[in-house]
């Protein structure tokens, strides 16, 4: 069974850092396309980052270019989005997302990713 289940989030000052986890199952990790992406109450879901697994393309929304990195350990099948001097405006859920398609790496169309995880919520406020 496939599985994706976020960790990490929580409260933090705007200015600090936080670091989210997605620990998969169920696929082999190193196969596939993942992304985080993110929904803030009353907003639509939008994309934060994503990267292939064919050659490594990444991508990162305009809001968290130079703040925000994802990076992925296919030996423990864990992807990870390290969150630098995170702003208020960053407080939402956020999820990750895989999809076997290798060499997706979108982030206008969160639906093109097949599989997600529950979310976790991060709270910037100091």
């Known amino acids: 069974q496939l599985q994706l289940v976020e960790s990490g989030g929580g409260l933090v000052q705007p200015g600090g850092s936080l670091r989210l986890s997605c620990t998969t199952s169920g696929f082999p990790l190193d196969n596939y396309a993942i992304a985080w992406f993110r929904q803030a109450p009353g907003k639509e879901r939008e994309g934060v980052s994503c990267?292939?697994?064919?050659?490594?393309?990444?991508n990162y929304a305009d809001s968290v270019k130079g703040r925000f990195t994802i990076s992925r350990d296919n030996a423990k099948n864990t992807m990870y989005l390290q969150m630098n001097s995170p702003k208020p405006e960053d407080t939402a859920v956020y999820y990750c997302?895989?999809?076997?398609?290798?060499?997706?790496?979108?982030?206008?169309?969160?639906?093109?990713?097949?599989?997600w995880g529950q979310g976790t919520q991060v709270t910037v406020s100091s």
């Open positions: 990267t292939s697994s064919s050659d490594g393309t990444t």
């Open positions: 997302a895989a999809s076997p398609r290798f060499r997706l790496c979108v982030l206008s169309f969160w639906s093109e990713y097949e599989y």
